[in-house]
């Protein structure tokens, strides 16, 4: 697919991230008005409240809200309708009398009230090279690992929108003698992809992999932030608990999976076969370049289609116990690595559990240090255009004692 152009002239620059083929929606505010969703196009906002107030969109009052959540509701039909008469709007020979907000002068707000928040461990590379350090590289894999997708559930209280300061969080360490209490001193980052559900499933039934689908609304840049030295403490038997608590930063615009359709890829090969209610009809995965930086030196990329597992296999697994699903449920992918290591997604993997430190801006580093701003960044290229996330950043800010 080739460009599609808009009377939006900065939309139709070959490295603009939000050009008319993507439109992600966001929520927003700006100085004397109150938090209402909006979609990115170019270097603006597409107010979306003041569209309905002027009968341009229907979407039952629902872009007056300040999340995306009522929005998503009204289901896929209306998602497609909106975004059809978006692009109408918003081409060449389109509407110029829009009410269009300079992204510059907008606050953006977190895109969705978060209902629950599941983290997934779906990068084979990740699994294996962070079992290694655990384990040894004989038992780097749990067995079950290549059979089905693994998680953890996660704290959606948490959950903030990026620029949001993150506190390096206090906790329990391993001591000589027992464990102590002390500032996090190994604190990481995890370079991830969130997929936001945007539909019910009910109590007590499985969703197949093409119902997953089709529930899934779009997809944000996610940083589990991560305690490892609280982890490596805590996680024996039941997982990781305070270590992952402390925040996850997601960006602030959500891509439709309609923007990405045409980068639909295959990922690697399976050591297994699935069972069948985890069998894809079609590739689940995106060719989608997708890395972070560390106080502006660029640290990985890598790619999302390295990925064992797609969101929609996560989700019909999720749901596999009967696991009822909601509107607003946010599943991270799992740390996204490639197999080099300047392909990883975590400094975990990078530094090998801090034995190799890396230079940062001309300085030897293992893990994130007070005052640290770590940004993550994904697109996917198109014919003359690119889809993009924009920023997911996030400061360190100092323990509280």
Known sequence: MALIRSWVES???????????????????????????GAAIGDMILDLAGCEAQGLLDAGGTFAQPQLNGFMALGRAKWNEVRARLTELLAEDGNRD????????????????????????ASKNHAFNVGVLFRGPENALPPQWTHMPIGYNGRASSVVVSGTPIRRPMGQLKGETGPRWAPCERLDLELELGAVVGADSAMGERVSVEEAEDMIFGYVLLNDWSARDVQAWEYQPLGPFQSKALGTTIGAWIVTQAALEPFRS???????????????????????????????????????????????????????????????????????????????????????????????????????????????????????YRIGFGPCTGRILPARP
Not at 104 to 121: G, K, M, W
Not at 294 to 321: E, F, I, P, W
């Open 11 to 37: 939309a139709n620059v070959a490295d603009c991230p939000f050009p008319l083929n993507n439109l992600p929606y966001g929520v927003f505010s700006t100085a004397d008005e109150a938090p209402r969703c």
């Open 98 to 121: 829009l009410p269009l907000v300079r992204m510059a002068d907008a606050t953006l707000h977190l895109p969705v009230r978060v209902t629950e928040y599941t983290d997934f461990y």
């Open 266 to 384: 295959p990922g690697p090969e399976r050591v297994n076969p699935l069972l069948p209610y985890l069998q894809e009809s079609r590739p689940g995965l995106y060719d989608l370049e997708i890395g972070w930086t560390l106080n502006g030196q660029v640290m990985a990329r890598t790619n999302y289609n390295v990925m064992y597992y797609s969101s929609a296999q996560q989700l019909a697994h999720h749901t596999s116990s009967g696991c009822p699903m909601r509107v607003g449920d946010l599943l991270g992918s799992g740390t996204i690595s490639g197999p080099a290591p300047d392909q990883t997604g975590a400094l975990l993997e990078m530094t090998e559990g801090g034995k190799t430190p890396v230079t940062v801006n001309g300085e030897a580093r293992t893990f994130l240090e007070n005052g640290d701003e770590v940004a993550l960044f994904a697109e996917a290229r198109g014919e003359g």
